[in-house]
């Protein structure tokens, strides 16, 4: 750091609570609306040199200092892949430039805030080297590892799905191995994920024997190192998958502010593998409680079994049964905020961004959710749509005889010509189409009416 950086933070050694804000895989996802930082607090971003050209117009107002730092390509490539989240103890380029800042500030009024799944067992690690103060490795690790979570929530008493772990490296006899998952789950579907994932990477249904058989015999004879969570699969045309979010405070008091649901019927995972089109929208619970009935209390029970260390933002994600029942069954938990899916659609259903949620109740002890007063008055709903195999003839819209109302926005993630492969995880989208209407239910009219009705023009190779 240059001597110009070390005279900003010595400045900041008045303030009671200094809070440093650490990502390294994706920028911002809202312009932190109505954040408003207290006056005696500050705020460091320790960001990758990338983001300088990524991020918002006006973000360096919120900050008192950034630092930036730069990754190598190829560790950068690792770090940033989704099924590599447990391969990486340390980021010293990280780690260099927080040894730094506690040189010239005080330990305890530090706060490392992370909001990125991957950096949580990085930071954990910093906070346990240098004892700063904040959740160690010990504190989350079953918050990460969903082996981990699924038998603490069993403890608990939290409903969920019926479960197993299959560990290709332990395995003594395949016949035996498909024996005991068999008697934990006893029908099909099941579904498998890695214990330690992000974004479905890694995930995906498997229907009857022949296909549990193939798995867990290629699986054992390549000698794959990935550790999976073998999980009864929660389908068919009634369910609906969610996220529910909300914000711990100090005191560890869980406050709910907003579900995110896809399309009925089908899960995330599964819609990757289909190619199909799928509906992300948020709403606050009041708005949802006949939809979702209880489901905030729901969360607030888990949050409350569960412990997880406060201030924070904690999210359940589970299925609900059958439609208009509070027939809930966790399958993970987030201890970060919702990514690019879940937050944008959290802003535009209930005017609360996650990102200025996390920095606030970190940064603020009195800190109260609210709605952004100058959010839109329109509702946003988004229409995912994952890359397929084939190539992007074109990005021909919607045509304007078509019985829309609202109005549409194309997010286009292929150029035309551009190959693609089938969908591996959320980080592989072809388009996202936003769909913007004042009247909520003419929104979610017009969005049922584009999933059926409309298919970006690809030609298609097999």
Not at 11 to 18: E, P, V, Y
Not at 375 to 396: D, E, H, I, M
């Amino acid at each position: 750091m240059t001597v110009l950086d070390m005279d900003i933070l010595d400045s900041l050694n008045s303030k009671q609570i200094i809070g440093i804000l650490i990502r390294a895989r994706f920028p911002f996802f809202t312009p932190l609306p109505d954040f408003q930082k207290p006056s005696d607090a500050a705020l460091i971003g320790i960001f990758p040199s990338d983001f300088k050209q990524k991020l918002f117009k006006g973000y360096e107002k919120h900050f008192d200092a950034i630092f930036w730092f730069t990754m190598d390509e190829e560790k950068e490539n690792a770090f940033r892949e989704r099924s590599h989240l447990d391969e990486f103890e340390e980021l010293s380029e990280i780690e260099e430039i927080v040894s730094n800042i506690i040189k010239v500030l005080p330990k305890e009024k530090i706060d490392l805030i992370i909001d990125d799944e991957a950096l949580i067992k990085i930071v954990c690690n910093i906070r346990e080297k240098y004892d700063i103060q904040g959740p160690k490795p010990k504190d989350v690790e079953y918050l990460r590892d969903k082996a981990l979570l699924k038998m603490t929530a069993k403890e608990k008493g939290i409903p969920t799905m019926k479960f197993t772990i299959f560990d290709p490296r332990k395995v003594e006899s395949i016949e035996v191995e498909i024996g005991k998952i068999m008697k934990e789950i006893k029908t099909f579907p099941i579904f498998r994920k890695p214990i330690i994932a992000s974004g479905s990477y890694g995930s995906e249904k498997i229907s009857n024997m022949e296909e549990l058989e193939e798995f867990v015999t290629s699986e054992v004879k390549n000698n794959n190192q990935t550790c999976y969570l073998m999980e009864e699969c929660i389908d068919g045309k009634d369910m609906t998958e969610f996220w529910a979010y909300s914000i711990l405070l100090p005191d560890g008091t869980c406050v709910p502010y907003s579900c995110v649901f896809t399309t009925q019927g089908l899960t995330h995972a599964e819609h990757l593998k289909k190619g199909c089109p799928i509906l992300f929208q948020g709403l606050p619970f009041e708005e949802c409680e006949d939809r979702f009935p209880k489901l905030a209390e729901f969360l607030v029970d888990v949050a409350n079994k569960l412990k997880p260390p406060a201030p924070h933002v904690f999210a359940v994600q589970g299925f609900q049964l059958r439609p208009n029942t509070s027939e809930y069954l966790l399958t993970e938990v987030a201890y970060r905020i919702g990514g690019g899916r879940d937050t944008p659609a959290t802003y535009f259903g209930t005017g609360i961004s996650q990102e200025t949620a996390v920095l606030s109740c970190h940064l603020n002890p009195n800190y109260q959710i609210r709605r952004d007063p100058n959010s839109p008055a329109f509702r946003r709903l988004f229409l995912w749509y994952p890359c397929v195999n084939g190539t992007l003839k074109n990005q021909k819209g919607i045509k304007k005889s078509s019985p829309i109302t609202s109005n549409l926005e194309y997010q286009w993630y292929k150029i035309p010509g551009e190959k693609m492969e089938i969908a591996q995880s959320t980080s592989d989208y072809l388009l996202c189409l936003k769909i913007d209407n004042i009247n909520l239910k003419e929104a979610q009219k017009d969005a049922d009416w584009i999933a059926e009705n409309y298919t970006p023009h690809v030609k298609h190779f097999y």
